[in-house]
């Protein structure tokens, strides 16, 4: 088992809490190692949201939880109400992330208000002196790197990737094995996914490289994309290929063009990393596919309902190698537009 970076930040930020708590005089920690816990996020943007978000959430509460006090008492009846009440009021500003914290702020401030004023106010001041080491925490220590995290990912879907669609037409893995192996794609997948969303809030950031954050992210969203249209080819040999009548005749074919497609995707991968030489072709031939298409068209034609299963393999398979192609041409665009600019950037200088 290993620690991530995100646990052990949690850690720190809790012990930081803590730390800064005792510093201060507060009469527990408790409530601003809460809020430590709550705050910590796996974007710098997300962690810098989630601050302002707790901070209204969390004043609104804690002024609503003074009021009700002032107004029922501390009951436990009136506690419950106001717990309600916040809940659809975070709803209702699309803050459903700061809910947790901000009924802790309500509870420890109605509880603290049977004492004192001051107390109560001591209460929110705990909150955010925990939310403030959370953030402190997630931006210095480890920040996280979400495109060196996504390119580790990618790598990983691949490697899952090529590997059953290499022995998705010989069947020569095990169904077990090969069912295994296809649920880690499709996690992998939703973590490619989860990783595309904190790309996308990025660029609220980034204003000074807005153009050129989109052009990655609009790269980033099709290696996705070739990702998904490969599994659905994985969908389509295992629905289509096997129940078909003329499927034994065509598995040699299909084998190798599977073979050359995944050898295109990695090539690919390496050139986006700028491992590949510039010179270097890594297109599969484009006539070897007219040709295939030619002969299932004519196969197709002596029996139409016994072999058009075939054209359900095929067409995931030509699609999968269009959506390759195309990343191609983007990957092309963005080193070419980095290029550009670092030679704009070498004239500026010199």
Known sequence: MTIGARVLKTGMAVALAIYISNLIGFPSPLIAAVAAIFTIQPSIYRSWQQIADQLQTNLLGAAIA??????????????????I???????????????????????????ANTVGWTFAVQRVLMVLTGMGAAFVVNVAVFPPRPRKQFAVQMNEAYRQ???????????????????????????????LEERFLVFEEERKLLARTRQSHARKLLLTKQEIKVLHKGTDLLDAVEE?????????????????????????????????????????????????????????TRYLQEDPDEHKRLVFVASAMFEYAYHLRRLEKLVDQV????????????????
């Open 161 to 191: 990737l090529s590997l059953l669609l290499r022995t998705a037409i010989s069947n020569e893995m095990k169904e077990q094995v090969y069912r295994k192996e296809k649920e880690k794609l499709h996690g992998t997948l939703r973590k």
């Open 85 to 111: 009440v916040v809940i659809l009021i975070s709803i209702r500003l699309r803050m459903e992330s700061t809910i947790g914290l901000t009924l802790v702020t309500v509870v420890a401030v109605m509880e």
């Open 335 to 350: 080193q070419q537009r980095s290029e550009d600019k670092g030679r704009e950037q070498d004239k500026a200088e010199g």
């Open 240 to 296: 289509h290929y096997f129940p078909s009548a003329g499927g034994g005749e065509w598995g040699q074919r299909f084998d190798h063009q599977l073979e050359e497609l995944t050898k295109y995707h990695e090539h690919i991968l390496l050139k986006n990393e700028g491992k590949m030489k510039p010179s270097a072709l890594i297109e599969p031939n484009e006539e070897r596919e007219g040709r295939l298409i030619e002969d299932l």
């Open 66 to 83: 003074l009021l009700a006090v002032r107004l029922f008492g501390h009951t436990e009846i009136a506690v419950g109400l106001v717990c």
